[in-house]
């Protein structure tokens, strides 16, 4: 088995997409028996996620990571176990000991640029990252929960307008029902299909990304915020929980003294219509 950590600095590094170093390890009858640094040679979820493959990683343990990137490494077949920080060797010890807890996709995932501003902590402030966090949706029940399922899908809003869709990609969706890798609603409709099987699903926000939380909008003083100067209203740049996280927040304000964030997810209070096709369960 060969384990892949995001790194730097001998810590598991918070922002897959921005992984310049990764340590890998291998493991023999649940031993690590060799470690080395492999640098990062391109850009992008995809790109990294083909990295990995040609290194045959079997496992990626990493702190922040989207929607995106985990659809990429689940394309090249690798495991995701996301979440991790500290010490990049106890995490991997702590993955071997059954330790480890996947919190799934924790981080939004958009194009473009995107920010680090400073170090402050958005928890430090009531604003939470509850539209881009995973966690296991325990309610869910069908014959496919637990199962690795490929679909196709396409997404759009109740005026017809699409907003994403894989058959536009070309490439199937996997993902494992029910452990929190989708939105609940996503997850409930595919755990009772059958491969084949077509289905029409309308979703309301409580079953989607929730409703929009004031509380996850906060302002801060630029002055605070080592960056801050640089960024625009639009813009999506992330901050930092107690813990080091990375919270991605989008700018809705900005003045010469003070720049507000705003946390919830972009789809958060929308109503979403699927329609899904379930390819293959394996």
């Given at each position: 088995m060969k384990i892949a950590v995001t790194?730097?600095?001998?810590?598991?590094?918070?922002?897959?997409?921005?992984?310049?170093?990764?340590?890998?390890?291998?493991?023999?009858?649940?031993?690590?028996?060799?470690?080395?640094?492999l640098a990062s040679d391109g850009a992008g979820h995809g790109a990294l996620a083909q990295l990995l493959k040609r290194q045959d990683i079997d496992v990626l343990i990493c702190g922040g990571i989207g929607g995106g990137a985990q659809a990429a490494l689940a394309e090249q077949g690798i495991e995701l176990c996301?979440?991790?920080?500290?010490?990049?060797?106890?995490a991997v010890a702590a993955y071997l000991r059954g330790e480890l807890i996947n919190t799934g996709a924790n981080c939004d995932h958009h194009h473009g640029e995107e920010h680090a501003c400073g170090s402050q902590g958005c928890g430090e402030h009531g604003c939470h990252s509850e539209g881009g966090c995973g966690g296991c949706h325990g309610g869910i029940q069908g014959k496919n929960v637990g199962k690795t399922c490929r679909v196709h899908y396409r997404g759009t809003f109740n005026d017809g307008a699409?907003?994403?869709?894989?058959?536009?990609?070309?490439?199937?969706l996997e993902f494992v029902c029910g452990a929190g890798q989708m939105i609940p609603g996503f997850d409930a409709a595919v755990a009772d299909m059958e491969p084949g099987e077509h289905r029409d699903v309308h979703l309301t926000p409580e079953e989607a990304?929730?409703?929009a939380d004031p509380?996850?909008?906060?302002?801060?003083?630029?002055?605070?915020?080592?960056?801050?100067?640089?960024?625009?209203?639009?813009?999506?740049?992330?901050l930092q929980d107690p813990y080091g996280r990375p919270i991605p927040v989008r700018i809705t304000?900005?003045?010469e003294k003070t720049v507000t964030f705003d946390a919830n997810h972009e789809m958060a209070g929308k109503e979403?219509?699927?329609?899904?096709?379930?390819?293959e369960v394996k």
């Open positions: 790194y730097e600095d001998g810590k598991v590094f918070q922002h897959f997409g921005h992984t310049e170093t990764f340590k890998l390890y291998r493991v023999e009858d649940g031993q690590i028996v060799a470690t080395e640094l996301a979440g991790a920080q500290g010490s990049a060797d106890e699409q907003f994403d869709s894989s058959y536009d990609r070309g490439e199937p990304y929730g409703e509380e996850a909008v906060v302002t801060l003083e630029i002055a605070s915020l080592p960056g801050a100067e640089a960024v625009s209203v639009g813009e999506r740049v992330y304000a900005k003045d979403l219509n699927f329609h899904i096709e379930l390819v």
